[in-house]
T-cell receptor, first 113, second 115 residues
Framework: DAKTTQPPSMDCAEGRAANLPCNHS???????VYWYRQIHSQGPQYIIH???NNETNEMASLIITEDRKSSTLILPHATLRDTAVYYC??????????????FGKGTKLSVKP | DTEVTQTPKHLVMGMTNKKSLKCEQH?????MYWYKQKAKKPPELMFV???????INESVPSRFSPECPNSSLLNLHLHALQPEDSALYLC??????????????FGNGTRLTVT
């Protein structure tokens, strides 16, 4: 199973871009990279996912390196409400089946005024 | 707001009680999940249902008993729990379980305290 490595914590100034890195050097060719976040006392919230192309939605952008061994989640204009734990996940296969999500420790992003 | 609804939001139970946690989704998803989350830890996968059949049990003790009565509902029956089972219990759903391209949608959880 592909494992991910993230810094335990990061700070970002309000209004600036937050760039959250993730290393997934053992990812296999058909595994997507998912990003979720969890704001205190809430369930995890899906942000974005991608396979090899860069992706953008209303919440964030996902940049995946060409070798797919790392990715960066970009929150273009961070607000105080973006303070959360951000999880980068690659699905783990169970025998022949696919796609169940095992969470690592994530990055605690603190957005400061 | 989340499209996955969990009830109750909070539950306090004694070690001899029997209680149930409920989860509901109306997104037409065919896979549903239970996760357990202890304080300051990431969520841990417990069970996966695919098309109303249990497909994954992550070696969860038998005092936790899942049930999927139909594709929209997921229950977790609790009996003879221990204080260390106190945690946030999260339900999630996705379009398919056996797919790499199927994001999970989570509820906000049930905060369980076992006394």
């Amino acid at each position: 199973d592909a494992k991910t490595t993230q810094p335990p914590s990061m700070d970002c100034a309000e209004g600036r871009a937050a760039n959250l890195p993730c290393n997934h050097s053992t990812i296999s060719g058909n595994e997507y990279v998912y990003w979720y976040r969890q704001i205190h006392s809430q369930g995890p919230q899906y942000i974005i996912h991608g396979l090899k192309n860069n992706e953008t939605n209303e919440m964030a952008s996902l940049i995946i390196t060409e070798d797919r061994k790392s990715s960066t989640l970009i929150l273009p204009h961070a607000t105080l409400r973006d303070t959360a734990v951000y999880y980068c996940i690659t699905p783990r296969g169970y025998g022949g089946s696919q796609g169940n999500l095992i969470f690592g420790k994530g990055t605690k992003l603190s957005v400061k005024p | 707001d989340t499209e996955v609804t969990q009830t109750p939001k909070h539950l306090v139970m004694g070690m001899t009680n029997k209680k149930s946690l409920k989860c509901e989704q109306h997104m037409g998803h065919r896979a549903m999940y239970w996760y357990k989350q202890k304080a300051k830890k990431p969520p841990e996968l417990m069970f996966v249902y695919s098309y109303e059949k249990l497909s994954i049990n992550e070696s969860v003790p038998s005092r936790f008993s899942p049930e999927c009565p139909n594709s929209s509902l997921l229950n977790l029956h609790l009996h003879a729990l221990q204080p260390e089972d106190s945690a946030l219990y999260l339900c999630a759903s996705s379009q398919e379980a056996a797919s790499y391209n199927s994001p999970l949608h989570f509820g906000n959880g049930t905060r369980l305290t076992v006394t």
